[in-house]
């Protein structure tokens, strides 16, 4: 199994959740948990121990924002090829990717994103602002970097096999 199939399984991605997910909505939405988490968790310095209601709030947005919108109108276009890529993506153990997508580039660039998140972690602790700013764009970097790539494998992918293909409307 691989790492990203037990991902999806903790935010509950079931074939359905994946359509949900793959709403243009639920992709761009997402990108508003970092900086939420930051802020809510350094609201300590004017909230106290309040500030665990926003970050708790921010939290149960990024587990729930999979699946709180409804499934897209159309699947053509790039924030929902992006999380169908990701649906691919996981597959690789079952379904065979192009030899041209086996790429230590997925891996790099999760390092960057995650970097980015550490870094992030980092300065909502020590309050630095340019840590924050700069934790922020890694991952946001990264992150949008491997989802234009889980495009491109979508879009490689669904020419030759039927059940990706059905998945674009």
Request: proline share 4%.
């Amino acid at each position: 199994m691989t790492l990203e199939r037990k991902i999806a399984k903790v935010f509950q991605l079931t074939d359905e959740n994946w359509m949900k997910h793959a709403n243009p909505w639920s992709v761009y939405t997402r990108y508003s948990v970092l900086p939420l988490i930051i802020l809510a968790f350094w609201s300590r310095v004017w909230i106290g121990w309040w500030c665990l209601i926003p970050g708790l709030i921010t939290i149960l947005w990024m587990f729930f924002n999979p699946i709180f919108f409804n499934k897209p109108q159309s699947t053509k276009n790039w924030a929902s090829k992006a999380v169908l890529g990701e649906r691919v993506y996981l597959n690789r153990d079952k379904v065979k990717i192009p030899g041209i997508h086996i790429t230590h580039l997925y891996t790099l660039l999760n390092i960057i994103s995650s970097s980015g998140m550490i870094l992030s972690i980092w300065a909502v602790i020590y309050y630095s602002v340019w840590g924050a700013i700069l934790g922020t764009a890694l991952a946001y970097l990264g992150k949008s970097w491997y989802l234009d790539r889980m495009v491109w494998l979508y879009e490689s992918m669904k020419l030759d096999n039927e059940e990706y293909k059905n998945w674009e409307y």
